[in-house]
């Protein structure tokens, strides 16, 4: 398998706080990939620094054997890169419908406005993620914290990168609503969507992902299947150390 992401000796401080400390991992073609650590361990800010939200202090990042340390965001949401917020972002003037077309591409954008209304695609991926038509007709502001979920993860697959990072996507959903987006997000792995999974939810996590880096302090403290992980002592003495 080709390293469709790999990152090298990634290092960001936020002033006398190093958040990501000589980071290294890469991940496969194909490959779902868990990072996981406690609160503050840096594993948004490396979600950051994979989308150039902000900029490493050194170190470098490779997308498909191509250096891509000095592009900016736009550049690297070309090549194929796509995020979820922790806390969603989505456009508080449009319709779930609307915010889901946002996330498309322009060239997706420009053959459904020119093939017209048959060509629904935002309305599939509203449903893929568990939207009624009643809910896709809504506001932001009338959603639950799940639905809001549900439409950050929308957003991002109507984009169809092909590296996905999920940042506590499974935070404050019903365990219905785990489940849905968990059978989503395999589906989409066998389409061949290949993602990183941030999540506290580790027994949601565990079922969805290939691997694991466990993270504490900015570092890496130990990688292997989650089963290995979990038995780490370093790992359970980070967690406990809370
Ligand atoms: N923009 C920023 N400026 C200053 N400090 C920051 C900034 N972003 C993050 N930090 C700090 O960097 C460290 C890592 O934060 P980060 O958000 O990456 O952790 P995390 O692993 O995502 O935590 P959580 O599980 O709580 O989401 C924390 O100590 C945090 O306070
Ligand atoms: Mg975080």
């Not at 991926?125 to 993860?153: H, Q, T, W």
């Amino acid at each position: 398998m080709t390293d469709l992401l790999e990152v090298r000796d990634l290092t960001k401080r936020f002033g006398g706080l190093t958040a990501v400390r000589n980071l290294g991992f890469s991940v496969s073609e194909g490959e779902s990939l868990g990072l996981i650590g406690p609160n503050g361990a840096g594993k948004t800010t490396v979600f950051n620094l994979i989308m150039s939200e902000l900029r490493q202090d050194s170190g470098e990042l490779f997308f498909q054997g191509r250096e891509i340390s000095k592009y900016p965001t736009h550049a690297r949401v070309k090549l194929g890169i796509a995020r979820t917020y922790q806390v969603p972002r989505p456009f508080g003037e449009m319709t779930v419908t609307e915010n889901i077309r946002m996330g498309m591409m322009p060239d997706d954008l420009w053959q459904m406005l020119t093939k017209g209304p048959q060509h629904d695609a935002e309305r599939d991926i509203g449903k893929d993620v568990g939207f009624s038509e009643r809910e896709v007709a809504m506001y932001p502001g009338e959603l639950s914290m799940g639905n809001l979920r549900k439409l950050e993860l929308a957003r991002t697959i109507a984009a169809e990168p092909k590296l996905l990072l999920l940042d506590e996507v499974f935070a404050g959903l019903t365990v219905g609503e785990i489940a849905q987006i968990s059978e989503l997000l395999v589906e989409k792995r066998k389409q061949g969507l290949t993602y990183i999974m941030v999540s506290h939810d580790l027994r949601a996590l565990a079922p969805l992902v290939d691997r694991v880096v466990v993270m504490s302090f900015g570092a890496i403290i130990a990688e292997g299947t989650f089963k290995e992980v979990i038995a780490d002592k370093k790992v359970r003495e980070a967690y406990l150390g809370q």
